[in-house]
């Protein structure tokens, strides 16, 4: 049984009280809700229960918190799934495709992945045009 507590001043609570309860990131406030947890007793396991976490996972969120505080519990940059599709790189050759095939998405996207050497779903193609038409750019 692990039993690793935190002392947590009223200021630290605060925060972490205060993202746990408005931060738009999910992950960053299940993260706090694990320090919160922690703060009142609880062993690993049981607040990996409560809130769908290996207790090893939840060891390791308490030690990045003690280390370096909340910005530990956020996930650093370059984490994460990149994107298919760079608004710089390949905005010109998608929009170029998509005109000539206009009413045939499909076959752009075909001519799109034989071109860029990767391959896409018709959704990913259907939101990255979403995104140039809303940024103006389409």
């Known amino acids: 049984m692990n039993l690793q507590v935190i002392k947590l001043t009223k200021e630290q609570r605060e925060e972490l009280t205060n993202t746990y309860e408005n931060d738009k990131n999910s ?42 505080g909340i910005e530990g519990l956020k996930n650093k940059p370059g984490q994460g799934r990149k994107s298919t599709f760079n608004k710089e790189e390949h905005e010109e050759k998608v929009r170029k495709e998509v005109k000539k095939e206009c009413q045939r998405l499909k076959k752009a996207k075909e001519q799109l992945e034989q071109d860029l050497g990767k391959e896409f779903s018709l959704r990913t193609l259907k939101r990255f045009l979403k995104t140039l038409s809303a940024s103006g750019s389409a």
């Open 27 to 68: 992950t960053f406030r299940k993260r706090c809700h694990v320090i919160l947890l922690k703060s009142q007793k609880r062993t690993s396991k049981d607040v990996g229960t409560i809130v769908g976490l290996h207790e090893v996972s939840v060891n390791s969120w308490l030690k990045r918190y003690k280390l370096i």
